[in-house]
């Protein structure tokens, strides 16, 4: 089991789990819940308290990765299998994304 935390502008909003790479979900953290200050961090995960479950990565996480030739070199420089797109979030989505949203890999 991996996780990452999900932070919106600096601000913890919830925790994305794998379980295996059939196995996804996703829960807004409670203190991010409860503020009537915080957003979403995507319209396709409402403000609820619901754990999102999904069988691949959500297309939220995945469209934050980088895709051909730029994906090919992150992952030879990172050591990474192209194909685990939940480890190359987790190191290439914690700095300088072009969103709110960054992720921090929490220790396991």
């Known amino acids: 089991m991996r996780q990452l935390?999900?932070?919106r502008n600096n601000i913890l909003a919830g925790i994305l789990t794998e379980e295996n790479r059939q196995d996804y979900r996703f829960e807004y953290d409670n203190n991010y819940f409860l503020s009537?200050?915080?957003q979403v961090i995507s319209l396709t995960f409402p403000k609820t308290q619901q754990v999102f479950k999904s069988t691949f990565l959500f297309p939220f996480f995945y469209n934050m990765l980088s895709e051909g030739?730029?994906?090919?070199?992150?992952c030879m420089l990172l050591k990474i299998d192209e194909n685990d797109n939940f480890g190359l979030l987790a190191k290439?989505?914690?700095f300088d994304t072009?969103?709110?949203i960054t992720v921090e890999p929490l220790p396991q």
């Open 69 to 74: 030739v730029n994906r090919k070199l992150q």
């Open 98 to 100: 072009i969103g709110a």
């Open 36 to 38: 009537s200050e915080s």
């Open 92 to 94: 290439t989505s914690q």
């Open 5 to 7: 935390a999900i932070y």
